[in-house]
T-cell receptor
Framework: AQKITQTQPGMFVQEKEAVTLDCTYDTSDPSYGLFWYKQPSSGEMIFLIY??????QNATEGRYSLNFQKARKSANLVISASQLGDSAMYFC?????????????FGAGTRLFVKA | NAGVTQTPKFQVLKTGQSMTLQCAQD?????MYWYRQDPGMGLRLIYY???????DKGEVPNGYNVSRLNKREFSLRLESAAPSQTSVYFC????????????FGPGTRLTVL
């Protein structure tokens, strides 16, 4: 069965510092996609970054990067130079081509607090 | 572009009442999804529609029905609401496939008394 695990219910980071949010996944599918979404207190879900299982390089999008370690089945999100606006819930998610890519599963999330 | 819209934003029901949550997207996406989000949990897939004319069960389909009315619209119906269905419901869409991020609506907060 597929599973996403986020072991950090809450994290604190000082403004302007970097922070890593952990995500491990479990799947037997050879081809899959990994996503990170942000959910601010306003409630909407915002896509941040994507990593394909066959991508050789770690994905980056501005201040966000994904530390993809396939052998360890981990896909940690790194946020550099944290800003107060980064305070939010962050969800790791996975979908696989074996399910047509439609059955995305989400982790329980990590709540990030950025301190001034 | 409005993206993904959902109505209503808030709803309170009594046990046994029925209601339909509406979702529409204007991005010409093939695939649409309904999720529920409960405290301390991530989103769980209720139903999805890979393309117009098709629907399939997700992780937690019991107590729900869906209709893909056309390419733009995907509705979720609760026939007989139960307190266990108190949740925040999100609709999402994408072009389909595992390599495409989903675009989410603002959510509907449903309380069943």
């Amino acid at each position: 069965a597929q599973k996403i695990t986020q072991t950090q219910p809450g994290m604190f980071v000082q403004e302007k510092e970097a922070v890593t949010l952990d995500c491990t996944y479990d799947t037997s599918d050879p081809s899959y996609g990994l996503f990170w979404y942000k959910q601010p207190s306003s409630g909407e879900m915002i896509f941040l970054i994507y990593q394909g299982s066959y991508d050789q390089q770690n994905a980056t999008e501005g201040r966000y990067s994904l530390n993809f370690q396939k052998a360890r089945k981990s896909a940690n999100l790194v946020i550099s130079a944290s800003q107060l606006g980064d305070s939010a819930m962050y969800f790791c998610a996975m979908s696989s081509t074996n399910t047509g890519g439609f059955k995305t599963i989400f982790g329980a999330g990590t709540r990030l607090f950025v301190k001034a | 572009n409005a993206g993904v819209t959902q109505t209503p934003k808030f709803q309170v029901l009594k046990t046994g009442q029925s209601m339909t949550l509406q979702c529409a997207q204007d991005m010409n996406h093939n695939s649409m999804y309904w999720y529920r989000q409960d405290p301390g949990m991530g989103l769980r897939l209720i139903y999805y529609s890979a393309s117009e004319g098709t629907t399939d069960k997700g992780e937690v389909p019991n107590g729900y029905n869906v209709s893909r009315l056309n390419k733009r619209e995907f509705s979720l119906r609760l026939e007989s609401a139960a307190p266990s269905q108190t949740s925040v419901y999100f609709c999402a869409s994408n072009t389909g496939g595992s390599y495409n991020e989903q675009f989410f609506g603002p959510g509907t907060r449903l309380t069943v008394l």
